[in-house]
T-cell receptor
């Protein structure tokens, strides 16, 4: 597609339920990133994929969070047993290094509300 | 660990003014620096990308400078307009496709 696409745009879930957030990166972009933005806070790095592998998972806040990427394209961020503190906007970005400096492009985000 | 600081946290200016947003980073060994704009409830829009070997980049009324050795970047907005009202975020990359490290942003309000 023309840009990074995220779905759903909004998700309201009950505490304790599992949620899946989806990211479709720009076609051909090898790197994919997940960030979280809580109300009034900066962007918090969660996980980064190069192709299908995740060289850096250091930002995942707990073992309830996991992510995968298949076919070097779509990525899914899964949050198990959601808690109210998981409420935030989850942003996905992709970039590609083609011999010049990589530039990151972001999706519109998924606003997650845990009630 | 790389840390990015943006000053001021918020800024309000009358329409037509020129303004400067500041960004500083603790580790000068960066690969590139990117300025973004975020409108309320929206994702991030890339404004300018400066490679570590460059000193500045320009796009329309925007000019971004980079002084890597001192760990600083500025975003200059000329002749500000109400439509420029948004949060401006600075982010640095340490290498290749590694993740961006973000500042907390500057919330800009341009008053008509």
């Amino acid at each position: 597609g023309a840009g990074v696409s995220q779905s759903p745009s909004n998700k309201v879930t009950e505490k304790g339920k599992d949620v899946e957030l989806r990211c479709d990166p720009i076609s051909g972009h090898t790197a994919l990133y997940w960030y979280r933005q809580s109300l009034g806070q900066g962007l918090e790095f969660l996980i980064y994929f190069q192709g299908n592998s995740a060289p850096d998972k250091s930002g995942l806040p707990s073992d309830r969070f996991s992510a995968e990427r298949t076919g070097g394209s779509v990525s899914t961020l899964t949050i198990q047993r959601t808690q109210q503190e998981d409420s935030a906007v989850y942003l996905c970005a992709s970039s590609s290094y083609r011999g010049h400096s990589p530039e990151a492009f972001f999706g519109q985000g998924t606003r997650l509300t845990v009630v | 660990k790389q840390e990015v600081t943006q000053i001021p946290a918020a800024l309000s200016v009358p329409e037509g003014e020129n303004l400067v947003l500041n960004c500083s980073f603790t580790d000068s060994a960066i690969y590139n620096l990117q300025w973004f704009r975020q409108d309320p409830g929206k994702g991030l829009t890339s404004l300018l990308l400066i490679q570590s070997s460059q000193r500045e980049q320009t796009s329309g009324r925007l000019n971004a400078s980079l002084d890597k050795s001192s760990g600083r970047s500025t975003l200059y907005i000329a002749a500000s307009q109400p439509g420029d009202s948004a949060t401006y975020l600075c982010a640095v990359r340490q290498g290749g496709n590694t993740p961006l490290v973000f500042g907390k942003g500057t919330r800009l309000s341009v008053i008509a």
